[in-house]
């Protein structure tokens, strides 16, 4: 017969191990807490507890010390850490006919090629739009409110005036590529690497990462994340950023206090200045952008608040004079009305997976394509892409 003093001493084991998982994993649980409820966490004020607060550094310190020994082990080149404690990789582009390009400038082993379906032609399809941003109305509806779910989110803040935007891209060789974004980038980033290595020699660094977005810097901070790689990396060239489905959600102001309400005027300001930070970040560097907006969703209340984040998207960038591309136009919603196919080309294709959210291989391609035509290869470096006016916008 188990005696009660075993079952108090297995409850104290068990509750302490349960503890000190949580206290090392607590940044890790914080960022599902937010991304699944979107709201602050119940144990939100232990964050201001010197002894909590170690915990996060000792997880992270475990992490890089067995990041440093597994170098030394096996002898390879170290990985890339990030602040978060995450650690990001190189990937490996998969393309029909192509298998295995890599993403990055060193070798590496070639991935099984992956069967997709007839490549989209995307200059019938890629739009770039340089005109202003639309005015924004005096009123804006409540998020959350389902009754006026097919009425367009209000942007709140005074959008910046549009300079002239880029119409190309000039990349020449040794330079790089960086993509940035959630798990649509996923999708469309290793089609695009692998014709840029296979048609112009130009090799890039894929870091896009699923349920990630601008929302929730805890979970994973990406104008630090672009800062950081920029800083680290002066070959890089060009930035193409592609999010937003993640972020339509009451999100933390970043300096304590209550969540942001999404679409409030305060939760705008918070939201463009992280979407300025990443800009900055490339254009202090002589990096260009390419920004593409999602395209609209399946879901109604989803889609709404997509395009409302597009428009921001939109306003900054063409603001910074950059690149930007709407995802409806590469799509041919040129209503907005969302379908699982599309007939620019002349055929239908379906290009949405069933979620009604990300792509199928088509509609990956179809992006990657519409990318690929806005970007000219100069074999050699001329004066001026080595110049200070290489930043200035270029039209054709």
Do not use: C
């Not at 300001?269 to 390419?290: H, K, L, W």
């Amino acid at each position: 017969m188990i005696s009660l003093q075993r079952v108090l001493a297995s409850v104290y084991v068990v509750a302490l191990t349960a503890l000190l998982l949580v206290w090392s994993h607590q940044q890790s649980l914080e960022a599902y807490w937010q991304q699944r409820y979107h709201r602050a966490p119940p144990w939100e004020a232990l964050e201001q507890v010197a002894v909590w607060q170690a915990g996060s550094r000792v997880h992270q310190a475990v992490q890089r010390a067995a990041g440093v020994f597994w170098q030394e082990l096996t002898e390879r080149e170290p990985q890339l850490e990030l602040e978060q404690g995450e650690v990001v990789v190189e990937a490996v582009a998969q393309s029909q006919g192509d298998a295995g390009a890599v993403l990055n400038a060193e070798p590496v082993p070639a991935l099984q090629p992956k069967q997709h379906a007839e490549p989209v032609p995307a200059a019938a399809a890629v739009a770039v739009i340089d005109s202003p941003a639309p005015q924004p109305p005096q009123s804006a509806p409540r998020a959350e409110d389902a009754a006026t779910a097919a009425e367009p989110v209000a942007q709140h803040s005074a959008a910046p005036q549009p300079q002239p935007a880029k119409r190309r891209i000039r990349l020449a060789p040794g330079q790089r590529v960086l993509f940035a974004g959630d798990s649509m980038m996923q999708g469309v980033a290793p089609h695009l690497a692998s014709r840029l290595r296979r048609e112009y020699g130009l090799f890039s660094l894929d870091l896009s990462r699923q349920s990630t977005g601008l929302a929730y810097p805890k979970a994973f901070n990406w104008p630090l994340t672009i800062e950081q790689q920029l800083e680290r990396n002066a070959d890089f060239s060009l930035l193409a950023v592609f999010l937003g489905p993640n972020d339509p959600w009451d999100m933390p102001s970043g300096r304590g206090g209550k969540y942001l309400r999404f679409a409030t005027p305060e939760w705008e300001v918070a939201y463009r200045e992280r979407i300025r930070g990443i800009i900055d970040s490339a254009q202090r560097r002589g990096v260009e952008i390419i920004w593409v907006a999602p395209p609209s969703m399946r879901r109604a209340e989803l889609s709404r608040k997509v395009d409302y984040l597009s428009g921001l998207y939109e306003s900054e960038v063409l603001a910074a004079g950059e690149l930007f591309i709407a995802g409806n136009q590469i799509l041919g919603y040129l209503d907005g009305a969302y379908s699982d196919y599309s007939g620019v080309t002349g055929q239908t294709l379906k290009m949405r997976a069933g979620d009604g959210i990300h792509f199928t291989p088509a509609g990956q391609r179809a992006f990657a394509d519409a990318l690929f035509d806005l970007i000219d290869y100069v074999p050699q470096h001329t004066a001026e892409h080595d110049s200070p006016d290489r930043l200035a916008p270029h039209r054709l």
